[in-house]
């Protein structure tokens, strides 16, 4: 009931100021309807759509995923850099909880407006891609696709802490949902086993986020506050410490960092596409975004100390991680396990607490995120024609669909950092930035090596798949009418993400422009928190002995 | 010899545990209400035995409170039985064990 | 129009060619190779323009990413080396684009292949023009991909399959170092701009670090095919002939050189110590190798790869000039000799043995012509372009080092042995098989540029008079030959033993190996020799013992210990134990009502003692 009369409230008070002209607010309203927008666009889905093929259901779906993208693209544009707190487009709506601090405050700064946009175009290509495939109970599967989207672009929107937690809870159980119901081979015991360990993760950080706030004594649960209160009174060093590695540890569960990374191979395996394509490509860079946005800048004594942590992980996961993934037969598998390798780029990218460091992460985020979805998007499709995952079972895909081997063979030398593309930006700029200290440099030796081994196992895959000469029962299979060559809507998917990682990969300013400003506020002011004589006059609670 | 508080302590323990026994120990489901009774009563005379021992009236009150809730009680539970006998043609406490794990 | 806009098309021309021809979709078949065509003689007319007004350097910048105070640029350098260059690639870039149209006539996909080409053509103008290492890196990867694309080309086979994966990942394995030298290069120097390094490195020589250097030619093993990293060349034959002309003969080989000169002022003499051994080393290595094949595309191929040795010797005894002339002069008559062999397994219908070839010389003229000018080039014999190169190479190196003046005529002699075995068993004697005898001369699309590249593989080498003024670090190194103390002497005596070389060479090959013969003479007389010869040092081996012996075992293991002990045992195991815990609780649910009044009464009595700090 109380959310009837809250939604009622948001309404009147929301469409009242757009109509007395409140212009300036605009912007602000437009990033809160690529919330709601795609959240009610499900809800109906969900509730009142019966046949997804029929042209209104249609119509409203592609509104659903394009409004959005549209909006999102819109509000880079009007991005604007200088401004002094760095987050445009501020929007604060009153939740009732403000006793605790916490409001519904959106708005978009240098870090989170890439991956905003990221969220908008994987959600444009997951949602144009299912509305038109052919899954049991479609309405229900394209509703929940769509409030996962909506939780997707919260998380991304989100200055106040606790909603940033909240949209990506809103994420998760639809991805639980839909792998439990669509899901491929055991997906029962998988989704539970991903959701749980995922959920854990999420946990660890809430009450890193918690505590974060608590002791900070800020005056809201968000990061304009939490900065504020930081700038005056820094956390004590071993406090700091430890939020850090509760941080650190659920964000690192999060983004399935080596050796929390088991839940992703298996669960990629098993989730649909759409599922797999939001979570891979979105879901996975909230952990990262959390440390990028909030760890890290609040918390400079505790990323030292668990520096080194970052790195020895983020190794772990580009080499042995990378070694596990040479040894995949299954398609999807493999591209589940290459993308936990891709984050180990991130976390190494991470740990060199340097603004060119921050930076590199930032790209590589955004073109990974494009490159995984795009991958899984085509997963599906080369299962389409070859009803198999198994590499070993394929071949011959250049004869029977040059188009889609086009598309693969360019999503694998993106994902595997060819130039052109957007991952070679990110991954060069992570390893310029470890070349930087003498300290790190041992890491850029190591983690160079992934470039070799990505190639091995990425031009192995376009080797079976694409090379060779296809089997009888495949080309029977698929001449006709039936699957053949890409259709125009999987081209439209593939290409909106193929599309957007060109057009970084050729001109990555388009980006880091903003990011960099953002990068260098954030950094330049938590240096202040770096000086020594912070650790002063807070007094810590220490565990006292029992005697 | 004169008979002290300590005996009358000695008897309502011994008291309460006889009911406390049938109440673990009895499978007939009356027998444990008839033990819990017991118990109830026990605690009734060491409550008496102690508002004569101080001089106060404050025991005897409560002996009238927990007299009365022990009457209420008997009644809604023999009516419980009565309607398990019905549902389920036994009273026995390890044929009633749908609660178990 | 200006030299900005000139160098842009030069640049963006082949890559809105191949867009174009992707474009096409449908009618690809029947419009790539027109489109291909103009689009080659695009380019040559733009540089001609470009190249007829340049003035003394061109350099242009761009910031393209800025991270806090680390910013990142993409521009040009155009100085006379890159001139020289771009020349020397339009030229031969117009010849092959031509003969393809006659090769690949009758190639369902030359769609693909053109647009291959001219994405190629593309990334080789980027590498030219780069300004900084951080652009040739980008096109250096771009300049790899369009070899994996074209090697690839005839997908449905297996061995283009393997041979465009492993030219991938061996050159990304020297482009691994080559990152890691570019990286260091720019925390050393504080950036990878070409000039502005040159500049740094003259003012603090103590910055030039070896390591950094060894880092650096990493990307130049790979690309140009030294060892240890020379195992994808010979097996890139798998591609088109044309592609193997173009691209592992005449220029993205030569790419490797054409870094190993831009960043000539950075290595410190112990990295060039060693380019000039490993250069010499390959030279031989390849030059042993060439004689155990017998497919014609891989005899050219071990050739090419002696002669980068030849290049990477004289670039490592200081003479880069010398080095850029062996790199045009090369350029053109190896391109030469692939479209010849082309030309030639065209006509016996893709027979590539030449023990199965034999006699051709009388069924094409032209095609045996002007391969055995290519050879004759290639040989180093007086009056053709490969003589001046040589001959330069050969001066310096005597200068140098006597050993490898040695090992480098010996060198000469063994080019001369195996090409004149080509020679011989292909061109005279009898057809060896049924292919052979019904060879005929190709169509004139094709014997064109074999006689235009013909006449630059006799006339190239006299580099005096190339226009423009291009290939001045060539005459400025020819100059310092030519002061040498004792240079009459050196230049008398390497004379006599080059012309020995080259003569000893070709008579001996015939007397060996006779004309026209169906079997290799030397394996039938040298067995082990032979098999020695074909061992190639086993290289290929190792690597194939490395991948399925020790990498596939380790890579099987780590899954191992991730699936079973990662997620089997820790993660599902610890819900396992929830699970038991779950099953330990439930055990306590009996259902009777005895048993939790006993528990209701435990827990009472451990509250009281709680209560009265018995606990």
């Given amino acids: 009931m109380s959310f009837g009369f809250l939604s009622v409230y948001y309404f009147f008070g929301y469409t009242g100021s757009i109509y007395f002209n409140d212009f300036s607010m605009m912007y602000s309203h437009l990033l809160f309807s690529t919330i709601w927008i795609p959240f009610i666009c499900g809800l109906i889905f969900l509730v009142s759509v019966k046949d997804v093929k029929t042209l209104g259901a249609r119509l409203l779906g592609l509104c659903g995923g394009v409004l959005p993208f549209v909006f999102a693209w819109i509000l880079y544009f009007k991005y604007d850099a200088s401004l002094l707190e760095a987050y445009n487009f501020e929007l604060i709506l009153p939740t009732g909880l403000e006793s605790l601090g916490i409001f519904l405050h959106l708005g978009l700064n240098g870090i989170s407006l890439p991956l905003f946009i990221l969220s908008a175009t994987v959600g444009l290509s997951a949602i144009v891609y299912a509305l038109f495939s052919n899954a049991e109970r479609l309405n229900l599967y394209v509703g929940l696709l769509f409030i996962m989207f909506s939780g997707l672009m919260g998380t991304f929107a989100s200055v106040d802490l606790f909603f940033f937690y909240f949209f990506h809870e809103f994420a998760l159980i639809p991805t639980f949902i839909m792998i439990m119901i669509w899901g491929g081979v055991s997906r029962h015991a998988v989704a539970l086993e991903m959701t749980i360990y995922l959920t854990l993760g999420a946990l660890l950080s809430l009450i890193g986020l918690i505590a974060l706030y608590q002791q900070s004594g800020a005056e809201a649960f968000n990061m304009i506050a939490l900065k504020d209160a930081l700038l005056e009174q820094p956390i004590s060093e071993v406090l700091q410490n430890n939020i850090f590695a509760l941080l650190f540890f659920g964000f690192g569960i999060l983004v399935s960092l080596f050796p929390f990374h088991t839940w992703a191979p298996k669960g990629y395996g098993a989730a649909p596409t759409g599922a797999a394509m939001l979570h891979a490509g979105v879901l996975k860079k909230f952990g990262l975004y959390g440390l990028l946005q909030i760890a890290i800048p609040f918390l400079p004594a505790g990323s030292e100390a668990w520096g080194f942590w970052l790195l020895l992980l983020g190794l772990g996961n580009i080499l042995v991680i990378g070694l596990v993934t040479l040894a995949q037969k299954d398609l999807k598998q493999m591209i589940g396990y290459s993308s936990v390798m891709h984050m180990g780029y991130a976390f190494i990218g991470l740990g060199t607490f340097s603004i060119l460091g921050a930076g590199g992460v930032l790209l590589l985020l955004v073109a990974h995120g494009l490159s995984v979805a795009l991958l899984f998007l085509l997963s599906t499709c080369i299962y389409k024609r070859f009803s198999t995952f198994n590499m070993d079972e394929m071949g011959g895909l250049g004869q029977i669909a040059p188009n889609l081997s086009a598309f693969f063979a360019l999503a694998i030398l993106a994902s595997i950092g060819l130039p052109g593309f957007a991952n070679f930006w990110g991954e060069f700029i992570i390893f310029t930035a470890l070349g930087e200290s003498e300290s790190t440099r041992w890491v850029l030796y190591l983690a160079a090596l992934g470039i070799i081994i990505s190639a091995v196992y990425g031009l192995r895959a376009v080797g079976n798949i694409v090379f060779g000469v296809a089997k009888e029962s495949v080309i029977q299979a698929n001449t006709g009418s039936k699957a053949g060559d890409m259709n125009p809507i999987e081209k439209f998917s593939a290409t909106v993400l193929l599309g957007s990682l060109l057009l970084i990969g050729v001109y990555p300013k388009i980006f880091s422009d903003y990011s960099n400003k953002t990068l260098q506020n954030i950094y330049s002011d938590t240096s202040l928190l770096l000086n020594d004589e912070y650790v002063g006059d807070f007094k810590l609670e220490r565990d006292t002995e029992y005697e | 010899m004169t008979i002290g508080i300590n005996e009358f302590i000695i008897v309502s323990s011994l008291l309460f545990l006889i009911g406390f026994l049938g109440v673990i120990l009895r499978r007939n489901t009356i027998i444990i209400f008839m033990s819990i009774e017991l118990m109830l009563n026990a605690v009734n005379l060491a409550l008496v035995a102690f508002s004569r021992y101080n001089n106060t009236m404050d025991g005897s009150i409560f002996v009238f409170f927990i007299m009365t809730v022990a009457a209420a009680e008997v009644a809604v539970g023999l009516a419980i039985i009565v309607m398990i006998y019905r549902q389920r043609q036994t009273i026995l406490v390890n044929e009633l064990n749908q609660l178990k794990g | ?422 020679i011989w068993i292909v061109f005279f004697g009898k057809a060896n098989s049924e292919a052979a005898s019904s060879a005929h001369e190709v169509s004139a699309v094709m014997t064109v540029p074999l006689i235009l590249l013909s006449g630059f593989a006799i006339f190239v080498g006299l580099n005096a008079y190339w226009p423009f003024g291009l290939g001045a670090s060539i005459v400025s190194d020819l100059d310092h030959l030519h002061h040498l103390s004792g240079y009459k002497e050196i230049h008398k005596w390497v004379l006599i033993l080059g012309s020995a070389a080259w003569i000893v060479g070709l008579g001996v090959s015939l007397i060996f190996y006779g004309k026209g013969s169906s079997e290799d003479r030397l394996q039938l007389k040298f067995p082990k020799v032979f098999a020695f010869l074909q061992g190639r040092l086993w290289v290929d081996e190792l690597y194939q013992y490395y991948v399925n012996h020790i990498q596939k075992p380790v890579a099987e293991f780590l899954s191992f210990v991730d699936e079973v002990i990662l997620r089997g045992i820790i993660v599902r195991g610890g819900a396992g134990l929830v699970g038991v815990l779950g099953v330990g609780f439930r055990l306590l649910q009996v259902g009777k009502i005895n048993n939790y009044v006993l528990w209701f009464f435990v827990g009472l009595l451990l509250f009281w003692l709680y209560g009265i700090d018995l606990f």
């Fill in chain 3, 1 to 422: 129009m200006d030299i900005l806009t000139n160098l842009l098309s030069l640049l963006f021309l082949p890559l809105g060619t191949s867009i174009l021809i992707i474009a096409l979709g449908k009618h690809r078949k029947k419009y790539a190779p027109i489109v291909a065509f103009m689009s080659a003689i695009g380019a040559l007319s733009l540089s001609y323009i470009l190249l007829r007004n340049l003035p003394e350097s061109v350099h242009y910048s761009w910031e393209w990413l800025a991270f806090g105070d680390s910013k990142f640029y993409i521009g040009i350098l155009l100085d006379n080396i890159g001139a020289t260059m771009l020349a020397m690639v339009s030229i031969v870039a117009l010849c092959i684009v031509t003969f393809s149209i006659g090769y690949m006539s009758d190639d369902a996909a030359k769609g693909r292949f053109f647009a291959g080409v001219a994405f190629f053509m593309f990334s080789m103008t980027g590498i030219i023009l780069a300004d900084n290492l951080i652009m040739i890196f980008l096109f250096w990867e771009l300049v790899g991909f369009s070899s994996y694309l074209l090697i690839g080309h005839y997908f449905q086979k297996e061995e283009a399959k393997s041979a465009s994966q492993k030219a991938f990942i061996v050159n990304r394995i020297g482009d691994f170092g080559f990152l890691i030298g570019i990286i260091l290069t720019y925390w050393q120097f504080g950036t990878t701009n070409i000039e502005l390094l040159s500049i740094q490195s003259g003012i603090d020589p103590s910055l030039m670090s070896t390591f950094i250097g060894f880092l650096l030619i990493c990307g130049f093993i790979g690309k140009s095919a030294q060892f240890p990293l020379h195992v994808w060349l010979p097996d890139a034959m798998a591609g088109p002939t044309p592609v193997s002309a173009l691209i592992h003969a005449a220029t993205m080989v030569a790419a490797g050189i054409y870094l190993l000169i831009r960043i000539d002022f950075i290595l410190t003499s112990q990295v060039l110590l060693f380019i000039a051994y490993s250069g010499t080393f390959v030279a031989l290595f390849a030059g042993f190798c060439a004689f155990a094949q017998d497919d014609i595309k891989r005899i050219l191929a071990y050739s090419t790869l002696s002669q980068l040795g030849y290049m990477a010797a004289i670039f490592g005894m200081g003479y880069s000039g010398i080095a850029l002339f062996h790199l045009i002069t090369h350029a053109f008559f190896k391109a030469l000799l692939f479209l010849g062999a082309g030309a030639v397994i065209h006509a016996c219908h893709h027979e590539q043995s030449i023990f199965k070839m034999g006699g051709l010389f009388k069924k094409m003229p032209i095609t045996s012509i002007t391969f055995i000018i290519g050879t004759l080039a290639l040989c180093g014999v007086y009056g053709f372009s490969g003589f001046y190169s040589k001959d330069s190479i050969l001066i310096a190196a005597n200068d140098y080092n006597g050993t490898l003046f040695y090992f480098l005529v010996f060198g000469a002699f063994m080019t001369a042995g195996y090409m004149g075995r080509l």
